[in-house]
């Protein structure tokens, strides 16, 4: 086939996909209000972080003269980013309640936009004193970290929080997509996927953190230390739809340790507060406090093959 051939055989093309297109309506997003913009918010967390580590992201040079103008640009800045986000998210949301674009309802969803965007800097404050307890948190239990800067520049467990808790806002302010839209963001950056409705208490730290997975209905106290691969997740999860708005996910209590790869699973799972579960293990019912749960070491075999070292034989073992 020549070049000739390929640009006539484009038509048809077009026309496949199209009626794939229309053949599957939840692949599809046509005739319907515009979506949030992913590039825009991820625009949005950056200017977050720079309003919540003043100094250390963005502008240079801020000092204690010129920090309220940097924060006033900010300020205006952000508020234009959330604004327009909110209104899409908002009129998406009244659309799927089946409003159908009504002029009246899309004035309602602005009206409500600028309201969240509103109550959220009134919330920030709060969540920057949240995350100054976490970023302490990470720095004094990690005795390879050298400063609460390199916690804050370096560790994701940090990017990953810092995110969440800004993400938490909005969804308890019920907009729908954006706060997702976050926490996947700083997912796709950390390997960290603690889902925006979850509950983190504070001086929360997660250590490493590749492959933590925190659910929507996770509830967790203070000063709880995590570490990479730990799943608190939900116990039914084939049930799917049908256990939407239940909780689902443990609750853990205040001063525990999960080290890496345990699993937590389950909406009646309760850690009892100071207790430290080890690594590895499965738990789908409650622990008491103030106790240690781990697995049975494993039994190792051991063989001496000093006696067959150089016969040119096949390793026992292939991957």
């Known amino acids: 086939m020549d070049r000739n051939h390929l640009n006539q055989s484009l038509p048809k093309v077009v026309e496949s996909l199209v009626a794939s297109i229309l053949a599957e309506p939840k692949m599809q997003h046509l005739n319907r209000v515009f979506l949030p913009s992913r590039d825009a918010i991820i625009q949005a967390i950056e200017l977050m972080r720079q309003?919540?580590?003043?100094?250390?992201?963005?502008?240079?040079?801020?000092?204690?003269?010129?920090?309220?103008?940097?924060?006033?640009?900010?300020?205006?800045?952000?508020?234009?980013?959330?604004?327009?986000?909110?209104?899409?998210?908002?009129?998406?949301?009244?659309?799927?309640?089946?409003?159908?674009?009504?002029?009246?309802?899309?004035?309602?969803?602005?009206?409500?936009?600028?309201?969240?965007?509103?109550?959220?800097?009134?919330?920030?404050?709060?969540?920057?004193?949240m995350l100054a307890a976490d970023v302490q948190a990470t720095f004094d239990g990690d005795p390879a970290a050298q400063s609460t800067d390199e916690t804050i520049f370096c560790y994701p467990g940090i990017l990953a929080i810092t995110v969440q808790r800004l993400a938490h806002e909005f969804h308890k302010l019920q907009v729908p997509l954006l706060p997702r839209i976050m926490t996947e963001y700083a997912h796709s950056l950390t390997g960290i996927d603690i889902h925006p409705g979850a509950k983190l208490g504070r001086s929360f730290f997660i250590d490493h953190g590749t492959g933590v997975v925190i659910g929507e209905t996770t509830e967790i106290g203070e000063h709880v230390k995590i570490y990479q691969g730990v799943t608190l997740g939900a116990l039914a999860p084939a049930f799917g739809q049908l256990l939407r708005g239940q909780k689902r996910h443990p609750t853990i209590e205040d001063n525990v340790t999960i080290y890496s790869n345990a699993t937590i699973l389950g909406g009646e799972t309760v850690i009892g507060q100071g207790t430290t579960i080890g690594g590895n293990v499965f738990i789908t019912s409650s622990v008491p406090q103030h106790h240690q749960v781990s697995s049975e070491a494993p039994h190792l075999k051991y063989r001496d093959r000093s006696a067959r070292k150089g016969r040119g034989l096949a390793p026992d073992f292939q991957i």
Do not use: H, W
């Open 51 to 129: 309003i919540v580590y003043p100094g250390y992201f963005g502008q240079q040079g801020l000092t204690t003269q010129n920090i309220t103008y940097r924060m006033g640009e900010l300020v205006i800045e952000l508020t234009d980013l959330l604004y327009e986000q909110a209104r899409c998210c908002l009129r998406y949301k009244s659309q799927i309640a089946g409003s159908d674009g009504d002029s009246a309802k899309c004035e309602q969803c602005d009206r409500e936009a600028a309201r969240v965007v509103a109550e959220f800097f009134k919330r920030l404050p709060t969540v920057r004193e």
